[in-house]
């Protein structure tokens, strides 16, 4: 199977901002889509992704937190949450700035896989903040819609 980077919307991109619909066709087109967004994430360093970050309108995100959770979440719903902590995100559609934005710290998530099997879950602290973060995006939402203070950062300030 060949590989594809798509490209990540950025900034204005009306896309941005609409809701995305949910997936009812679960076939190898779908299979091939979360290939490349694991390789577009990857590529981008990236902790997690939502498809309307790359132009699809679906309700399909996938993350990656660095704890061997490299995992696609398809039509995911917040069940349950509790707890709150302000902290630090940033976002690969929204380049060279970070932000404070308050989630919640233990979460609840039912989603179906990529063929069609319920699953759950169960999601704190970091997990749970890069879950609310790009379920946000299905919804349109952006973290800068919601931060307590948006900061921009310089190239030197970034960590390589
Ligand atoms: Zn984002």
New binding site residues.
Partial sequence: MKLALRTIRTDEDPILRKKSRTVEKFDDRLKTLIEDMYETMDEAQGV?L?AP?IGILKRLIVIDDNADTRTVLINPEIVEKDGSEVSYEA????PEKQGEVERATHIIVDYVDADNNKKQMEATDMLARILQ??ID?LNGI??TDIAKNVYVVTAEEKEE
């Fill in positions: 997690g939502a970050q976002c690969l559609s929204v973060h790009e995006h952006l973290y």
